[in-house]
């Protein structure tokens, strides 16, 4: 059974860091390509960062490049999304979702398997 699990959500002020967890269980890093999402109110849900399956290979949204990062720990089981220099348009509810797909993709539907999400608000 594949669970994710995301954690590290939290209120911060603008220009603030965060640093968010997901731990994968019942599933391979070299089989899964992993994702991050984020949801805001009355928004869809929208592509954040990702790694790809068996790579090192990350890809990242625009609105986030530079600010982002995305890293996994196979020993471990668990990807990471290191948020920085964070602004009020960041917060939403974070998700970390696997696709079984050679590339990365950065639409929803592509991906089988997701958490249940960590609330991030960004407000001072």
């Known amino acids: 059974q594949v669970q994710l699990v995301e954690s590290g959500g939290d209120l911060v002020q603008p220009g603030g860091s965060l640093r968010l967890s997901c731990v994968a269980s019942g599933l391979s890093f070299t089989t899964y390509g992993l994702g991050w999402f984020r949801q805001a109110p009355g928004k869809e849900r929208e592509f954040v960062a990702g790694i790809r399956r068996n790579s090192d290979v990350v890809d990242y949204a625009d609105s986030v490049k530079s600010r982002f990062i995305v890293s996994k720990d196979i020993a471990k089981g668990a990807v990471y999304l290191e948020m920085n220099s964070l602004k009020d348009e960041d917060t939403a509810v974070y998700y970390c979702?696997?696709?079984?797909?050679?590339?990365?993709?950065?639409?929803?539907?592509?991906?089988?398997?997701w958490g249940q999400g960590t609330q991030v608000t960004v407000s001072s």
């Open positions: 979702a696997a696709a079984a797909t050679f590339w990365l993709p950065r639409t929803a539907p592509n991906y089988q398997f």
